[in-house]
């Protein structure tokens, strides 16, 4: 079951008070496989990273990894309660973050649904800031 799909995606993002908001709608292609959901879509101009294409994988267990591939490649696992590290290329250089998920809520079945997950995301141990995404795949 693959299906072409619209991804509506809102992300935030705290440093140091200030806030930076972002939604965006896009097509992305959405598919189960091996017990596992896909949802995958190309990044554009708004988001910064027009050169990449992203794909999340969600675990039967909640737990939610966003692989990006292009310009930027990353690789965070997010998981409620549970630093992750992991690497952070950019053509400006690379980075070692640690992401924690502080809230997570996971609604999807073969029809779509919602993410939803509150984290802190650590960069170098130098700068932290407090973010938030919110995911909606629907037909």
């Known amino acids: 079951m693959k299906k ?3 991804i509506s995606i809102k992300g935030l993002q705290e440093l140091d008070g200030e806030k930076d ?3 965006i709608t896009t097509e992305g292609r959405f598919y189960n ?4 959901y ?12 027009e050169k990449c294409s992203t794909t999340l994988k969600i675990s039967p267990d909640g737990i939610v990894t ?6 930027t ?5 997010f998981e409620k309660g549970r630093c992750h590290t992991g690497h952070y290329e950019t053509p400006y250089g690379d ?3 640690s992401v924690t998920a502080r809230k997570m809520n996971v609604d999807i079945d073969d029809n779509g649904g919602n993410i ?22 629907h037909g």
């Open 4 to 6: 072409d799909v619209y």
């Open 21 to 23: 908001n972002i939604e």
């Open 33 to 36: 496989k091996d017990g596992k």
């Open 38 to 49: 896909y949802i995958s879509y190309n990044e554009g101009e708004l988001s910064g990273l």
């Open 66 to 71: 966003m692989m990006r591939r292009g310009q």
């Open 73 to 77: 490649n990353t690789h965070l696992v």
């Open 95 to 97: 980075f070692t973050i």
């Open 116 to 137: 939803d997950i509150d984290y802190v995301l650590n960069i170098n141990n130098i700068a932290q800031t407090n973010n938030g995404i919110s995911l909606k795949v």
